[in-house]
């Protein structure tokens, strides 16, 4: 299992780091081509068969361009099983775009006053926590937002401690089988954020452990963090005394008008969910992660092309919507120095967005999910893609690649052609 656990959760990042390469799988040989797409009927007929030709069970796409959200469309199927078609009200996760979300309140909080970008964590949470390995270093508010806080992701822990089957799930299928028994993933409770990540970072949790520090001082050294981006969600909640999804739902989701979005899978009918598949043949059961705030925002394609919009809005200085031009500034303000991010993944660092070729973007990966969101970081268009294809596992991966190559492909044919 270790060598498993560590394969998939670098299989994870290194997709979220790097969509370069091409597919040579038979399946998607047979997917076409974008090719002269002009208008939204072209964009309809390739996505329409570009999901039938493909491994993709289901996509939600959302385009703005301008001040509109000039697109919106959805393909597939939520649950094959059961031919229920993907709409633009079909409940989806969107693993780690949820970032998005940690970096918008963060911005927020720090608006309001509740800390700045150079406050030291310590000052905030209720318990010191100490890197062992640098136990003189300052850990910062913004080194969480740039993944350079040294505070990492135990790759064993992380998966089977973290992600779990939500009790009442059927456990003897399959998928519940190959996260089970591959993974050592468990069907349990949800612990609070709290819980958890003190359970990790903690030195006497029972996660606790060497491996979850890097020794190098804060600020230096670039790793993604999962963990210390759920830590962020906790900085949120332990400054404001509001719980995270309850602050986020307040100062994002309502402003907004997000009305089917949430942080707390309590709130949602999971059996309206896109169904999340390893393979067409293989879906999985409904599971969560305790550190939620880095992979857990439920939403849906109408609901995202609403908050696509405001960033597209907010990154040229036309929103205050959520807060002052100021604050939007910040939330996508470079914050690392030239060459502290690895060039494979990008130029630079805002709050948890990052750029590269003249794009702000973040992508999403885990079981049974592949999403991406990006923005021309002179707001001029942007495009959200959510799916539930896995591209975790061995073998899915490239196939993910491919396909989202050629949405991106289409994409930008449509804004051309419609300029």
Not at 60 to 69: F, L, R
Not at 107 to 117: C, D, H, M, S
Not at 276 to 289: H, K, M, Q, S
């Amino acid at each position: 299992m270790t060598t498993l656990s560590r394969i998939l959760l670098l299989s994870i990042l290194s997709l979220i780091l790097s969509l370069t390469s091409c597919s040579t799988n038979d399946n998607e040989a047979t997917a076409p081509e974008p090719s002269s797409i002009k208008n939204a009927a072209d964009l309809n007929a390739y996505l329409g068969e570009l999901v039938q030709t493909s491994s993709m069970p289901g996509l939600a796409i959302s385009i703005v361009k301008g001040n509109s959200i000039v697109y919106q469309e959805s393909f597939g199927y939520a649950n094959i099983q059961n031919q229920v078609a993907y709409t633009n009200e079909t409940i989806n996760s969107i693993a780690s775009v949820s970032k998005t979300f940690v970096g918008t309140a963060v911005a927020k909080a720090i608006e309001q006053g509740y800390f700045t970008l150079e406050t030291d964590i310590n000052d905030i949470l209720p318990i010191q926590l100490i890197n062992p390995k640098q136990p003189d270093g300052v850990i910062k508010i913004k080194h969480l937002v740039t993944h350079t806080s040294g505070l990492l992701d135990n790759p064993e822990v992380y998966l089977a401690h973290n992600y779990h089957i939500l009790p009442g799930e059927d456990i003897t299928t399959a998928g519940a089988g190959l996260l089970m028994n591959e993974l050592g993933i468990e069907q349990r409770e949800t612990f609070t954020l709290e819980e958890f990540l003190a359970n990790y970072f903690l030195e006497d949790g029972d996660l606790y452990s060497l491996d979850n520090f890097a020794d190098t001082p804060p600020g230096s050294t670039w790793n993604y963090s999962n963990l210390a981006t759920g830590l962020s969600g906790y900085i949120v909640e332990t400054a404001t005394e509001q719980s995270f999804d309850d602050y986020v739902r307040q100062n994002i989701l309502q402003p907004l008008q997000m009305n089917a979005s949430t942080y707390d899978i309590s709130e949602i009918n999971t059996d309206e969910m896109a169904t999340r598949y390893i393979n067409e043949d293989t879906p999985l059961p409904v599971y969560a992660n305790d550190s939620y705030p880095e992979g857990s925002m439920y939403t849906t394609n109408e609901d995202m092309g609403k908050y696509l919009l405001d960033m597209a809005k907010g990154i040229k200085g036309e929103s205050t919507v959520l807060f002052s031009k100021d604050s939007y500034g910040l939330l996508f303000a470079p914050q690392l120095a030239a060459g502290t991010v690895p060039q494979d993944f990008a130029e630079n660092h805002g709050l948890f967005w990052y750029f590269q070729d003249g794009k702000a973007l973040h992508g999403g990966n885990s079981f049974g999910i592949s999403t991406h969101m990006e923005i021309d970081q002179n707001g001029n268009s942007g495009y959200v893609l959510m799916t539930n294809m896995d591209a975790s596992f061995s073998g899915n991966i490239q196939d993910y690649i491919a396909v989202k190559e050629k949405v991106t492909t289409a994409i930008t044919e449509f804004l051309e052609a419609t300029e």
